[in-house]
T-cell receptor, first 111, second 115 residues
């Protein structure tokens, strides 16, 4: 069965500092990887997905199949980046595209 | 247009009672998902609908949990004989499920508290 691991429950950084959220997955097939974000009092929303290869709000993530990782990075954190971040996986070509989530990382950006 | 909506936003019930949670997906979205967000288990998949049928119910934790979807739109998640461990935020998501355009859009959730 597939599994997603986010080793850090909390990341606290100062504004302007780089931030990296780690995500590792286990699955032998071809997964699709996502980062979802939940800002305070807002609903869960998609931040980015590996197939898009795009940068959203200054965040990037690269799928490393050798290390089975999909770490999220931003070179200069902003206070508005404070939120809960979830790494998620779905199985390409599998019926349903259900998401398997990691445990989440809370990011706190201090002024 | 309107996003995914869920009702009620909060539900407090007594152990042993039945509860119904409702999800209104984005109009035209054929795929609908239920997830549960709890302190101990994180975010976990419960059930997936494509149209009115549920090809994947693998995440339902027990036979006290059931769900249905009617008219390819509204879905109801029913929990019978609620237990304290059912306390969680229940999230619904919908997707257009067209090829690679499979982004799931989430509702605000229903917070269920079982006393």
């Amino acid at each position: 069965a597939q599994r997603v691991t986010q080793p850090e429950k909390l990341l606290s950084v100062f504004k302007g500092a780089p931030v990296e959220l780690k995500c590792n997955y286990s699955y032998s097939g071809s997964p699709e990887l996502f980062w979802y974000v939940q800002y305070s009092r807002q609903r869960l929303q998609l931040l980015l997905r590996h197939i898009s290869r795009e940068s959203i709000k200054g965040f990037t993530a690269d799928l490393n199949k050798g290390e089975t990782s999909f770490h999220l990075k931003k070179p200069f954190a902003q206070e508005e980046d404070s939120a809960m971040y979830y790494c998620a996986l779905s199985l390409i070509k599998a019926a349903g595209n259900k998401l398997t989530f990691g445990g989440g990382t809370r990011v706190l950006v201090k002024p | 247009g309107a996003g995914v909506s869920q009702s009620p936003s909060n539900k407090v019930t007594e152990k042993g009672k039945d509860v119904e949670l409702r999800c209104d997906p984005i109009s035209g979205h054929t795929a609908l998902y239920w997830y549960r967000q709890s302190l101990g288990q994180g975010l976990e998949f419960l059930i997936y609908f494509q149209g009115n049928s549920a090809p994947d119910k693998s995440g339902l934790p027990s036979d006290r949990f059931s769900a249905e979807r009617t008219g390819g739109s509204v879905s109801t998640l029913t929990i019978q004989r609620t237990q304290q461990e059912d306390s969680a935020v229940y999230l619904c998501a919908s997707s257009s499920y067209r090829g690679r355009d499979n982004e799931q859009f989430f509702g605000p959730g229903t917070r269920l508290t079982v006393l």
